[in-house]
């Protein structure tokens, strides 16, 4: 289980996306609240209501709009 940084401009981090070993990814915010899921098998984004963010992997865009 990798977690990948996600910075603003001024390299402070605001989020990570994290791995979760069967190819579906999420995204949580700098204190480690759930944002939202990708899932290859879908290739749908959805936040942490399971309803649809977008088409393809969205959670940096996530993590970003949600800063």
Known sequence: MSK???R?????IIGYIVDLGDGRQ???DECERL??????????TRDRFQ?????GNQLEAMI????
């Open 4 to 6: 990948t940084a996600v």
């Open 8 to 12: 603003n401009a001024s390299h402070d």
């Open 26 to 28: 999420k995204a949580v």
């Open 35 to 44: 944002l939202g899921y990708f899932d290859p098998a879908t290739n749908l």
């Open 51 to 55: 309803l649809l963010f977008g088409m």
């Open 64 to 67: 970003r709009w949600g800063q």
